[in-house]
């Protein structure tokens, strides 16, 4: 099993920064990946971006690239979302998940921080 705790949530105005952190515990050493994705109200749940925990590569939603940075430290079991340049439709509940595997299943869920962007 994998725990997933989230932080660094809040409210920022239009233009402004966050960064988001996850910290992973239990069996991190079977990991493969790991994301971050977020759900609007009345909105289905989307993909963010995500990094492999060996190599690093990462991925990113087309909205988001070019703003949104992930990043890892895996001494730390940490992983980051530098949000720049945020807009109010980034307005949402950001999670954090984590997969064992290149299935991209994701079956390891954090609780999820909120993340308000005014106008």
């Known amino acids: 099993q994998v725990q997933l705790v989230e932080s660094g949530g809040g409210l920022v105005q239009a233009g402004g920064s966050l960064r988001l952190s996850c910290a992973a515990s239990g069996r991190t050493f079977s990991l493969y990946a790991m994301g971050w994705f977020r759900q609007a109200p009345g909105k289905e749940r989307e993909f963010v971006a995500n990094?492999?925990?060996?190599?690093?590569?990462?991925y990113y939603r087309n909205s988001v690239k070019g703003r949104f940075t992930i990043s890892r430290d895996n001494a730390k079991n940490m992983v980051y979302l530098q949000m720049n340049s945020l807009k109010p439709e980034d307005t949402a509940r950001y999670y954090c998940a984590a997969d064992p595997s290149r299935q991209r299943l994701w079956p390891y869920w954090g609780q999820g921080t909120q993340v308000t962007v005014s106008s």
């Open positions: 990094i492999n925990w060996s190599d690093g590569n990462t």
